[in-house]
C-alpha cells in the first residue's frame, strides 16, 4: 500500500517563504513524474509545477521564477520552494506522484493536501 504525506504548509505573509514536502512511502517498485497542483476555493485544480523521473520541469506561467520543483529519488521526496509569495497563491497545495507498486499496477497517488495561506 502506498502513502503520500505533505507537510510545510502555513501562514506567510506576503513575499515571504515555503517549502512544502511530500514523502511517498510503501511497496513501491518505482517512482515517475512527480507534480505539486493547488486548488483556491471555488477554482479548479491546478497544476502548479513537474518534475519528471529525468528531472525535466516544468511550471505554471503564474508562478515560474519564484517556485522551484525538486526531487531526491532516496528519500522518495518531491519538494516545492515557494519564494515571493502571492496572496493569490493562497490554496491547498496537493503533491500528484507516478508511482508502480510492487507487484506491478502503475498509478496516480495524491497527497492529502497542505494549506497555504498568504496573508498580511
Known amino acids: 500500500q502506498v502513502q503520500l504525506v505533505e507537510s510545510g504548509g502555513g501562514l506567510v505573509q506576503p513575499g515571504g517563504s515555503l517549502r512544502l514536502s511530500c514523502a511517498a512511502s510503501?511497496?513501491?517498485?518505482?517512482?515517475?513524474?512527480m507534480g505539486w497542483y493547488r486548488q483556491a476555493p471555488g477554482k479548479q485544480r491546478e497544476l502548479v509545477a513537474i518534475?519528471?523521473?529525468?528531472?525535466?520541469?516544468n511550471y505554471a506561467d503564474s508562478v515560474k521564477g519564484r517556485f522551484t520543483i525538486s526531487r531526491d529519488n532516496a528519500k522518495r521526496t518531491v519538494y516545492l520552494q515557494m519564494n515571493s509569495l502571492k496572496f493569490e497563491d493562497t490554496a491547498v497545495y496537493y503533491c500528484?506522484?507516478?508511482?508502480?507498486?510492487?507487484?506491478?499496477?502503475?498509478?496516480?497517488?495524491w497527497g492529502q493536501g497542505t494549506q497555504v495561506t498568504v496573508s498580511s
Open positions: 500528484n506522484v507516478d508511482i508502480r507498486e510492487v507487484p506491478g499496477q502503475r498509478r496516480d497517488y
Open positions: 518534475i519528471t523521473s529525468g528531472e525535466s520541469t
Open positions: 510503501g511497496s513501491i517498485f518505482g517512482i515517475y513524474a
